[in-house]
């Protein structure tokens, strides 16, 4: 099975400031996809940010945007702006493409917004 | 788009019942369903895959006498937790494959269910 790790059990960042969550993956795969989910309070896992492995460029979705390194295996999450809002446990998840539909996902970083 | 809802959000049940959980597709038609369960403060653990129409792909480690899943149409897929014990207290999430999206790869979670066993 894939292996995912978040190293980063906790995280804070000051409101308005970047903060980057850095996820890194083990596969022996070519074509993939990883996501980055976020989790608030309410426990409902919201998609932040997609990224298909086959692609270069970076994904960006308004204040948040992917560092992808496919050789290093890395795919970090960087927030711009941070809001209060932005505060919630973030998952990391890695999807095969070619076999099975399952998700890996990592351990989560929880996100502490001060203002 | 998109919308998967669980039903009930949490329940409470005695020791030794059967519980039902409820996972929907609002708007669009799942192949493919997964159920999760989460521990307070720690990931998500993939229990099982539900495809429609034919029997569901447990992980290792996972009842399926004791976690019945069903998928009978393309827009509800349920777990029920059998004979159920105070370990078996836990979150539970379903997801969905939009099969018909553009970004089928992409799994949308039900806001989950809260499973209290007494």
């Known amino acids: 099975a894939q292996t995912v790790t978040q190293s980063q059990p906790e995280m804070s960042v000051q409101e308005a400031e970047t903060v980057t969550l850095s996820c890194t993956y083990d596969?022996?795969?070519?074509?993939?996809?990883l996501f980055w989910y976020k989790q608030p309070p309410s426990r409902q896992m919201i998609l932040v940010i997609r990224?298909?492995?086959?692609?270069?460029q970076n994904a960006t979705e308004n204040r948040f945007s992917v560092n992808f390194q496919k050789a290093a295996k890395s795919f970090s999450l960087k927030i711009s702006d941070s809001q209060l809002g932005d505060a919630a446990m973030y998952f990391c998840?890695?999807?095969?493409?070619?076999?099975?539909?399952?998700?890996?996902f990592g351990t989560g970083t929880s996100l502490t917004v001060i203002p | 788009g998109a919308v998967v809802s669980q039903h009930p959000s949490r329940v409470i049940c005695k020791s030794g019942t059967s519980v039902k959980i409820e996972c929907r597709s609002l708007d669009f038609q799942a192949t493919t369903m997964f159920w999760y369960r989460q521990f307070p403060k720690q990931s998500l653990m993939l229990m099982a895959t539900?495809?429609?129409?034919?029997?569901?792909?447990?992980e290792q480690g996972v009842e399926k006498d004791k976690f019945l899943i069903n998928h009978a149409s393309l827009t509800l897929s349920t777990l029920t937790v059998t004979s159920a014990h105070p370990e078996d207290s836990s979150f539970y999430i379903c997801?969905?494959?939009?099969?018909?999206?553009?970004?089928?790869?992409?799994?949308?979670f039900g806001p989950g269910t809260r499973l209290l066993v007494l």
């Open positions: 596969t022996s795969e070519s074509d993939y996809y």
């Open positions: 998840a890695y999807r095969r493409v070619r076999t099975g539909n399952q998700f890996y």
């Open positions: 539900s495809n429609e129409g034919s029997k569901a792909t447990y």
């Open positions: 997801s969905a494959l939009n099969a018909r999206a553009s970004y089928q790869e992409t799994q949308y």
């Open positions: 990224q298909e492995a086959y692609k270069q």
